[in-house]
């Protein structure tokens, strides 16, 4: 899958969130300037990082124009998890992704995976797009994060 968009976005200093809703939905969404840039829905992340990059190179839509009427009003989550990332996302945690220095930054925020544990960590990883970032922060240790 191509990101060109958010891949763009995020080299002109936007910042991409990920999260899962109430509802279970993975939630994609591209902010720059204090503003909504790009938005993407759906029961997976993959299909949600698709739907923003699409979203981005319309410039940005608004939701009720989009959900229900091009794409489908999704009302839940899935339970069946597509990647390590929509796992990530599934339990609970989410991701935020930025480029720093030139190079695509991926930050995992969450809840230690270890058993027994309840401390708040961060997985990093650094590349050149998105997903090699990505797979970079899915190995990456987990760093506990100060409360």
Known sequence: MKLSHIEKALK???KMHGFRSGGG???????????????????NVEDALSHANEDLSFGGRI????????????????????????????????F????????????????????????????????TDFFQALEKAVVSPEVKVAC
């Open 12 to 14: 002109k200093g936007s």
């Open 25 to 43: 939905l993975r939630v994609i969404r591209i902010e720059g300037n204090g503003k909504l840039k790009g938005y993407g829905e759906h029961p």
């Open 63 to 94: 939701y009720n124009a989009v959900y229900g009427v091009i794409k489908p009003h999704y009302l839940t989550g899935s339970s069946h998890t597509t990647s390590s990332l929509d796992e990530w996302l599934y339990v609970g945690n989410s």
């Open 96 to 127: 935020d992704a930025f480029v720093k220095g030139g190079e695509v930054v991926v930050e995992l925020r969450g809840y230690s995976r270890l058993e027994g544990s309840f401390d708040q960590v961060v997985k990093t990883g650094t590349g």
